[in-house]
């Protein structure tokens, strides 16, 4: 187990502890027939419907790290599934919500956007935000559907940050969708742009279109976990 900079109740960390295991357990029986994130047809969703794909633990924590060094209160996930990251992103903006108010974040509207177009995996997410405790669960405003309709509407101004954990397809359409309640200096995170760098071409263009207001850089984490930050030129 990877040393963790999260602050939450123990049966919070054992259930993270547990879900990373089991996903890292199924990615492995999946090597071989699994074309990562790159497809949006019924058959890669059908395959994919009882998986977990979670993001890497390693990768979780430098994200709360980030919400927290932040102090993002405004965070939206494309891409949800069973969630686990969900439940860094609701801990960390908690966490950064108590030290604004200095009294108790939860009376606050949630300040995650979680989205997930599978039911199932829709009401396993819910299931596990429930056994963290309303601190986690009060957090999350998890929109059911596909997310190109549920981020359409009722998303505030000045997200802080963008976690793109979708099919690679969707990830520029989603990005696009949103750009205008990015708020300047907020952050776009990416999974595995290295190992999917054909399936993310168009997104990574973007990014580096002269005068995009988009500045990347790719961490080196596994399958590489791109970091981009929005400054729009005035
Ligand atoms: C890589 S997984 C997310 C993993 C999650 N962030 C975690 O770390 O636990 C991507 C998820 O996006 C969901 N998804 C795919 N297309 C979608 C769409 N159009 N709208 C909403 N969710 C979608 C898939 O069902 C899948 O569960």
Redesign the pocket.
């Known amino acids: 187990m990877a040393r963790s900079p999260v602050e939450a109740p123990q049966h919070v960390l054992d259930l993270l502890n547990k879900l990373h295991k089991l996903s890292i357990e199924q990615e492995a029986r999946l090597k071989g027939d699994k074309p990562r994130?790159v497809s949006?047809d019924s058959s890669f969703?059908d395959l994919?419907r009882d998986k977990?794909?979670?993001?890497d633990e390693d990768k979780?924590h430098f994200i709360y790290q980030l919400i927290r060094t932040t102090g993002a209160t405004n965070v939206i996930?494309?891409?949800?599934?069973?969630?686990?990251?969900?439940i860094y992103l609701a801990l960390a903006v908690g966490e950064n919500k108590k030290s604004l108010n200095s009294g108790d974040g939860r009376k606050s509207k949630p300040g995650v956007i979680a989205?997930?177009?599978?039911p199932s995996?829709a009401a396993k997410a819910r299931q596990h935000w429930a056994e963290c405790g309303p601190e986690v669960e009060a957090e999350i405003d998890l929109r059911e559907?596909?997310?190109?309709e549920?981020l359409a509407t009722n998303v505030a101004q000045d997200v802080d940050l963008l976690?793109l954990?979708?099919?690679t397809p969707?990830a520029l359409p989603t990005l696009k969708l949103v750009q205008s309640k990015l708020r300047p200096g907020a952050v776009i995170l990416v999974?595995h742009t290295l190992t999917a760098a054909d399936g993310y071409k168009e997104l990574l263009a973007y990014f580096e279109a002269p005068n995009s207001g988009f500045h990347s850089l790719t961490l080196p984490y596994s399958g590489g976990l791109e970091m981009t930050v929005y400054n729009p030129r005035k």
Do not use: H, Q, R, V
């Open positions: 994130f949006t969703d994919m977990l794909i979670a993001l979780c996930e494309a891409g949800t599934s069973f969630g686990i990251s969900t989205t997930e177009n599978e995996k559907g596909n997310l190109l549920t976690l954990d979708i099919w969707l999974d």
